[in-house]
């Protein structure tokens, strides 16, 4: 097991704003005891060659390895051309994943967005099939994709189309690639899904290629039925909030104890610091004494 960060506290200032670079997010991040810095898409601001050349020195100069790239690709979209189009974007991050973080590199994919009136079976076979392709070009650069059991982009009108474990487990089992598809497992995705990390993880374990670290907590005196919707799902409310990892809702000694047994030699990636980057650097420091439990 190796150990990245993701800086979520600073998504909107490097991929929206703009008042951060990613070459400000790697120097900073040199004082967290990462090993490697996961990406994001909406971080680079060219997709030059050159642009990406220098963001992968810059990542070399401070002794990080690039091992995650996170996407976004929306497979949803009733418009075919929609479609090919996230397609043809996710095959222009899969080549920078591979450019940035080498074979074997981990880049992520997602379903797309749960839009009103498309069924779970019209939106599956849709998925299955744009997947598919990235597949074929994920073989070709020797790198892997990563499905997530995601709630929502922060910049996607609506959640998830597989958010909940049933369709995500049914969208995995559809595809049979193990070598170039696995699963980006994220705990407190589950969480929010209204789903229970643990079973969810049990039933794809041995699927796992890396995974998302953060938690949740529920704010004092609320209870896990104060915030979930009619649906079933929580979402992003308030009173669910960050914090340091291992100080709230998952159950890390199970979830640690079961990648273990199924011989997991990913990367888990932090993904917070939405309380400040000492939080983050705890998180980190968590993540090395679970290493050092349950890995070595």
Known sequence: MKIAAFPKCYLDDISLHRT?????????????????????????????????DSIGEALEGA????????CSPDFTDPDPGAREQAVEREAVMIDITRRLGGPGAVCRVLSGQRRPGVSVEEGL??????IEQC??????KDVVLGLENHYKDGYWQYPEFAQRATVFVELLEAISERDHFGVQFDPSNALVAGDDPVELLRMVADRVVTMHASDRFLEEGTTLDDVLLPDGLIGYPEKLQHGVTGQGSNDYDMIFSILRDQGFEG????????????EMRES?????????EYFE
């Open 63 to 70: 002794g990080f390895a690039m091992p995650m790239l996170c």
């Open 125 to 130: 076979e849709w998925v299955v099939d744009c």
């Open 284 to 292: 980190i420091e968590f993540l090395k004494r679970k290493r050092s």
């Open 135 to 140: 597949i074929a070009i994920a073989k070709e």
């Open 267 to 278: 990367w888990v990636s932090i993904e917070d610091g939405i309380n400040g980057m000492e």
């Open 20 to 52: 951060m670079s990613v070459f400000d997010w790697i120097e900073q991040a040199r004082a967290l005891g990462a090993e490697g810095l996961e990406m994001y898409e909406g971080f680079f601001w060219s997709l030059e060659d050159a642009y990406i």
